[in-house]
């Protein structure tokens, strides 16, 4: 299955009950060859809107956030793990989740990320481990299924808790410095 084909599918899913109050399907946006795939939980009201993940305020404040790592979206791939709004932004259910695990696990396939960055605990209980507590483990590496991992506070949160927004610089200049070591073409020479 090329993108296309996967996109083309996803578009016309009808998985779970999510499909029903969706405006769009929400796919994933970047660069189809990244080395470096961000992973949320959900479209929300915005992203519904426009078919696209991170456009509302947590999308400006991700855009802030790559780009003090002199990253932006056309170097990396951003996708999240329920392609439908769940309502009223609520938790996307263990069942959505499920439904959509095939979408999100063949995205990752296709793109072979060399890092996977979960954005907030939902993501990093559904991707990393299903006990992950972001307050304690957020910008610490793990490998999953031979890929560097790692979890930040989802910027959603950084825009309610700006406490939590110094330890998610250091975590950037972490993550900053795994892309130097093992990415070969996300940072031009």
Known sequence: MNWEELERECLACR???LCETRRH???????RDAEVMFIGEGPGEQEDLKGEPFVGRAGKLL??????IDLDRSRVYIANMVKCRPPNNRDPLN?????????????????????????????????IRGDFKISREH????????VMTMALYHPAALLRDVSKRPD?????????QAIRDYCTHTYPS
Do not use: H, S, Y
């Open 63 to 68: 855009d802030d956030m790559l780009e003090l």
């Open 168 to 176: 998610t610089f250091v975590d950037l200049t972490v993550l900053r």
């Open 15 to 17: 998985r779970c009950g």
């Open 139 to 146: 910008g610490q590496w793990t490998i999953k299924n031979g």
């Open 25 to 31: 399907v929400v796919f994933g946006v970047g660069a």
């Open 95 to 127: 069942i959505e989740q499920e439904a959509c695990a095939l979408w999100l696990d063949r995205q990752v396939a296709l793109l072979r990320p060399k890092i996977i960055v979960c954005l907030g605990r939902i993501a990093a209980m559904r991707w």
